[in-house]
């Protein structure tokens, strides 16, 4: 009796250790799931799964109805500005020019679209001219007011008007790019200071 005891001890004691070693084995595991779960496949940061830009209408650089669901087909960048922005939008401008260079051939499955925070000065006419000097292949988007504030909530992009004290307004607004995938879903969130390089190799991974 005193054998079986002994032997049945050790048993016992060879299951718990063995239940404890499955137990550090799977924290183990459930640690790499979740250092998995926050790498990233791009520079910036990813955004996979934020459904930005989902059932927005609004008016494109020709005046017509245009939705993001239209340009499917294309990676498209989002860029929140307003043509009399003085020094921010078009650094950007120059940014996302200098980064479709960067793509080369590539650069036609590729669609820049700047969103006009300042719909009440930035007419269709306006914006065209506009994005155009900076390149012809890019568009823009407009509407009205109701529009262009779905637009920034469904982007979580920041903007507002500040009065000046002569009757004059400017526009205060983030300054991030927003990245679609062929497929209109939202992938990636390039924020200021991103360099063009770190774009363009990001964009081409969507490529």
């Known amino acids: 009796m005193t054998k079986f005891f002994k032997a049945r001890k050790l ?24 250092l998995a779960a926050g790498s990233s496949a ?8 934020t ?11 020709e005046g017509k109805p245009v939705s993001f669901e239209d340009y499917k087909g294309k990676v498209v960048v989002v860029f929140f500005g307003f043509t009399q922005c003085p020094d921010v939008c078009p650094t950007a401008m ?12 590539q650069a036609e499955n590729v669609q820049v679209v700047m969103v006009s925070i300042d719909p009440e000065r930035d007419t269709p006419e306006m914006l065209n001219a506009y994005v155009s000097a900076f390149d012809e292949r890019f568009d823009a988007m407009t509407g009205s ?9 469904s982007f979580k992009a920041y903007y507002k008007k500040v009065a000046h004290t002569n009757g004059s307004y400017t526009m205060e607004h983030s300054s991030s790019f927003y990245v679609l ?17 770190e774009m363009a190799e990001d964009i081409k ?3």
């Open 51 to 61: 459904g930005f830009g989902k059932n927005i209408s609004a008016v494109n650089k």
């Open 11 to 34: 048993v016992l004691g060879l299951g718990m250790a063995f239940s404890l070693a499955l137990g550090l084995t799977a924290c183990d595991q459930e640690a790499m799931k979740t």
């Open 42 to 49: 791009f520079i910036g940061s990813d955004i996979t799964g």
């Open 94 to 105: 120059v940014e996302l020019s200098q980064v479709m260079t960067k793509l080369e051939g």
């Open 145 to 153: 007011a109701g529009q262009i504030a779905s637009l920034a909530k």
């Open 205 to 207: 991974t969507l490529l």
């Open 181 to 197: 995938d062929k497929a209109g879903e939202s992938r990636i969130l390039f924020k200021p200071g991103t360099s063009v390089e």
